[in-house]
């Protein structure tokens, strides 16, 4: 059964650059059938997708966040990467990876969250 | 504010019959794009409920279901349990003039009096 965990600084200065590291064990990340994404949650809030990537690299981000974030995969690891920069308060989210079911865009599959905290 | 919309919160008895409307357009649920719902528990991630406007993944009770006609979805919970107390999300995809993006509806909080 595949799991994702996230992983990265849970407090990130204003102006700064958010790096978050999704691992992905019990299956590969290079099965080609899935995308693997990021989403967000800011505190009481719903849910807001951000970006996902495929393992041959194509990625797809929400328009409203395409400026300042950039995914990459790194097959050889089994994980996947996100940064967002030039963040502000309005950053702070429990940020989630997830497995995207290519074609239905299902999200089948999510790691437990992780909580990053914009503040001086 | 989200492309998909759904009501904040709705209630119910334990037993009762709860549905949660997610409400779109022409341009994802009515595009033919399939419709999802998570449930989230409090302080734990969203997990997959229906999939493919319709389908439970293993695991998930036949008291969830769901539904779609037109470009409105529905998430149908029976004989309503205090542990179904969560927020429910519906999500699609949606194609337009600036590209495609997948889509959440804002929420609802379900209450089990």
């Known amino acids: 059964q595949v799991q994702l965990r996230e992983s990265g600084p849970g407090l990130v200065k204003p102006s700064q650059t958010l790096s978050l590291t999704c691992s992905v064990s019990g299956g590969s990340i290079s099965s080609g059938s899935y995308y693997w994404s990021w989403i967000r949650q800011h505190p009481g809030r719903g849910l807001q997708w951000i970006a996902y990537i495929h393992d041959s690299g194509s990625t797809y981000y929400n328009p409203s966040l395409r400026s300042r974030v950039t995914l990459s995969v790194d097959s050889s690891k089994n994980q996947f990467s996100l940064k967002l920069r030039s963040v502000t308060a309005a950053d702070t989210a429990v940020y989630y990876c997830?497995?995207?079911?290519?074609?239905?865009?299902?999200?089948?599959?999510w790691g437990q969250g992780t909580l990053v905290t914009v503040s001086s | 504010q989200s492309v998909l919309t759904q009501p904040p919160s709705v209630s119910g008895a334990p037993g009762q019959r709860v549905t949660i409307s997610c409400t779109g357009s022409n341009s994802n649920i009515g595009a033919g794009y399939d419709v999802h719902w998570y449930q989230q528990l409090p302080g734990t991630a969203p997990k997959l409920l229906i999939s493919?406007?319709?389908n439970r993944p293993s695991g998930v009770p036949d008291r969830f279901s769901g539904s779609k006609s037109g470009t409105s979805a529905s998430l149908a919970i029976t004989g309503l349990q205090a542990e179904d107390e969560a927020d429910y999300y519906c999500q699609s995809y949606d194609t337009n003039l600036s590209g495609s993006d997948v889509i959440f509806g804002g929420g609802t909080k379900l209450t089990v009096l």
């Open positions: 493919g406007n319709n």
């Open positions: 997830a497995r995207v079911a290519r074609g239905v865009y299902r999200f089948d599959t």
